[in-house]
């Protein structure tokens, strides 16, 4: 994928879907720099290779601008950004407090336009340029209820995915990788046990939730020379998307596309 020696940032690239992202870049023999407010449990290795880590609060300007230089000063440059750090814990939007809303709005839309503005700086002035790729949602172009202002966020990094992509053109490419459902250390937590999650994931057309890798295989490709044309698009990993909910109401006598092309 051409990312062999690159040097990447991935935020909030510790854990989960993160964690899946580091080990993607580590495979394709980049230099993986992480960053989040506390470190993995266990140190993240691919191919010999050990994701760096470097803890940050990515809404905070001085921390981040301060991670950025370090970040050039030992590596001498930053080829791709990973906006990946992100989340909100549910809460519905009429009980939510403003200051939880704003909060959310922060980490998810504010904080990576500050890193991407950061690493955009960098790359600017590099001959090869650099790359960044936004971790997005499908919460962004559908409902979400209990996440509303994640939603929200999310569609704010969609939108603003395509106008950075011509305001830094052409010396910076930015993406954005739309994300749905995905199992991570975490999934209990939101779809409960084994049986929980196996029917969850029974809903996706392509039969499970995505695991972090699949993000990660995703991100590196749009990092990756392989996407040289390939700006202010949005790449959606959803397995499909959801089966239409009209259809298990319907009462009419008609195939089940669920199982009408699986073969004996």
């Not at 009980?95 to 998810?108: G, M, Q, T, W, Y």
């Not at 994931?201 to 990756?224: H, K, Q, W, Y």
Request: aromatic share 4%.
């Amino acid at each position: 994928m051409e990312t062999d020696g690159q040097v990447v940032l991935v935020t909030g690239g510790v854990r989960g879907v993160g964690a899946g992202i580091s080990r993607a870049f580590l495979r394709e023999g980049a230099v993986v720099v992480a960053c989040a407010r506390r470190p993995a449990d266990e140190p993240i290795v691919e191919n010999g290779r050990e994701v760096e880590f470097v803890a940050c609060d990515i809404r905070d300007p001085d921390q981040v601008q301060q991670m950025i230089d370090d970040i050039v000063a030992r590596h001498g440059r930053l080829d791709v950004l990973v906006n990946n750090a992100g989340g909100a814990p549910f809460a519905l939007a009429a009980d939510a407090s403003p200051r939880f809303h704003s909060k959310i709005v922060e980490l998810n839309l504010l904080a990576p336009l500050l890193v991407a503005q950061a690493a955009n700086a960098v790359m600017q002035q590099q001959d090869a340029g650099g790359a960044i790729v936004n971790i997005s949602s499908v919460s962004g172009s559908r409902p979400s209820p209990g996440t509303a202002a994640y939603g929200a966020a999310k569609a704010g990094i969609d939108n603003l995915t395509t106008s950075l992509a011509v305001e830094w053109a052409p010396r910076v490419r930015v993406n954005s990788v739309v994300v749905g459902l995905v199992r991570t250390e975490l999934a209990h937590m939101h779809y409960g046990d084994d049986d929980g999650i196996a029917a969850v994931g029974a809903t996706v057309p392509l039969g499970r939730m995505a695991v972090p890798e699949d993000i990660g295989n995703c991100a590196v490709f749009l990092a990756s020379g392989k996407a040289a044309y390939v700006s202010g698009s949005t790449l959606t990993v959803h397995g499909g998307g959801e089966r239409p909910a009209f259809l298990d109401a319907a009462n009419a006598d008609v195939p089940d596309i669920s199982t009408s092309n699986t073969r004996a």
